[in-house]
């Protein structure tokens, strides 16, 4: 198994990947979430969580699942120990799940989803790029690092390196300032309901990745100035967000 501590830096080296100078800075920016848009991590995080429960007794459900997807791993670990039948210690919990975690990471066959190089490519230059992620650091530096797309991010800031994961704003926020963008003018590309709130409630236009969008409804958390997407590939992505900041809010015009 990789030791993946070796590639924690400290959290000013993590927020820049690759250098921009002031000149440079537009006034908004894109910051991707990593688990599940940039990588299919998702499995990796389900088979963390569903082997630590096993070990306290705990099977599971399709709907516990859903309900630990986005989440960090210290917000995962609470809420194990309060499912578990069994007495559970959050120390004890919190480093079993990063062991598995790191674990099942190392050992998948990580790949860039449909699109995703095309449109970072697309965006590199154009746009100000950062991640905003709930792994911890060393996970969150060891994926982009994999995947070889770390040269596209002048930020990553992961749960590691702000007070409170998503979905409180912390890490949006941190990305943006990281970035030297406004969050009223860049856009998030998130897929689960608790990145989508941080963003949100860091003041981002959110682009929602969707395995199937559901019917909208107004007023629903989640919509309004989301665009609903199934892929890094939809066409509308890239002229939407490289577009110059018009201070207008974006909707879904489908």
Known sequence: MPD?????????????????????????????????????????????????????GLVLSQEQLARLHGTSLATAATTLAHWAP??????????????????????????????????????????????????????????????EITGYFAAAVSADDVPLPKPAPDPYLAACQALGIEPAASFAIEDSEIGIRSAIAAGLTVIELTSAPPPREPGHRGTGSTLQVTSLADPRIGPLVARPYSGQQFHDER
């Open 86 to 147: 069994r007495p559970a210690q959050l120390p004890e919990l919190l480093t079993a799940l990063r062991e598995r975690l790191v674990a099942s990471i190392s050992a998948a066959d990580l790949t860039l989803p449909p699109g995703a190089r095309d449109l970072l490519d697309e965006l590199y230059g154009v746009a100000c790029l950062g991640v905003a992620s709930n792994s911890p650091r060393a996970v969150l530096l060891h994926v982009l690092a994999r995947l």
């Open 4 to 56: 993946m501590s070796s590639e924690t830096t400290s959290a000013a080296d993590a927020r820049g990947l690759r250098a921009t100078p002031a000149s440079d800075r537009r006034a908004g920016g894109v910051v991707f979430d990593c688990d599940g848009v940039l990588a299919d991590t998702n499995p990796c995080w389900d088979a963390a969580f569903r082997d630590v429960a096993a070990g306290y």
